[in-house]
């Protein structure tokens, strides 16, 4: 199982990015899939939810209205556009692969970096 961030990079504030994850080795379709950033010295902060099979999403109430995530079945990609990035939003963001059936299955990537600063 593979998951591939890509996307990371410095921003101004009010600037935007596109956050891609590449899965691969997994049903991705039934997967639900997710986005975490995490900080140095923090816990890991859950972003955005983009569940499986319904098509619904979730996101935490500090990007709310800002970032928007989105699956692609067919080409087994994620994605988390990032509008009106704030310095807060300063962090490794990683990808996750979330399936709960006959077990837990859990899988992560290695994360990219996304820096806001003037």
């Known amino acids: 199982v593979q998951l591939v961030e890509s996307g990371g990079g410095l921003v101004q504030p009010g600037g935007s990015l596109r956050l891609s994850c590449a899965a691969s080795?997994?049903?991705?379709?039934?997967?639900?899939m997710r986005w975490y950033r995490q900080t140095p010295g923090k816990v890991l902060e859950l972003v955005a939810t983009a569940f499986s099979l319904t098509g619904g999403t979730d996101y935490a109430d500090a990007v709310k209205d800002r970032f928007t995530i989105s699956r692609d079945d067919a080409n087994q990609m994620l994605y988390l556009q990032m509008n009106n990035l704030k310095p807060e939003d300063t962090a490794v963001y990683y990808c996750?692969?979330?399936?709960?059936?006959?077990?837990?299955?859990?899988?992560w990537g290695q994360g990219t970096q996304v820096t806001v600063s003037s």
């Open positions: 080795g997994i049903t991705f379709s039934t997967y639900t």
């Open positions: 996750n692969a979330h399936l709960s059936i006959w077990g837990t299955y859990d899988y």
